[in-house]
């Protein structure tokens, strides 16, 4: 079974800038691809940004230019820094992963409880 753990969402003002971090853990043989996705309310959840396994990442429209995403191998986590944050951005942001576990390399695709990101005007 795979967990993740999810920090650094709140409430922040239009411009500033916020760090989300998901940490991995339990039976994790490998990692194919980690992101991060949101949803506001009444929407539907959308990815936000991912990086696959070589290190190639992928940004919606809506975060270029303003969203980095990044990994740390060693420690099965994956960062989302956010700048320039705008209203548009408000929402629960999920962080999610999909691998292989240990011992049988079954896939698994995880998912965090969700981390609120408020950004006032």
């Known amino acids: 079974q795979v967990q993740l753990v999810e920090s650094g969402g709140g409430l922040v003002q239009v411009g500033e800038s916020l760090r989300l971090s998901c940490e991995a853990s339990?039976?994790?043989?490998?990692?194919?691809?980690m992101g991060w996705y949101r949803q506001a309310p009444g929407t539907q959840r959308e990815l936000v940004a991912e990086v696959i396994s070589g290190g190639n990442t992928y940004y919606a429209d809506s975060g270029k230019g303003r969203f980095t995403i990044s990994k740390d191998n060693a420690k099965n986590t994956v960062h989302l820094r956010m700048n320039s944050l705008k209203p548009e951005d408000t929402a629960v942001y999920f962080c999610?992963?999909?691998?292989?576990?240990?011992?049988?390399?079954?896939?698994?695709?995880?998912w965090g409880r969700g981390t609120q990101v408020t950004v006032s005007s």
């Open positions: 999610r992963v999909r691998g292989f576990d240990y011992p049988r390399g079954d896939e698994f695709d995880a």
């Open positions: 339990g039976r994790i043989q490998s990692i194919n691809d």
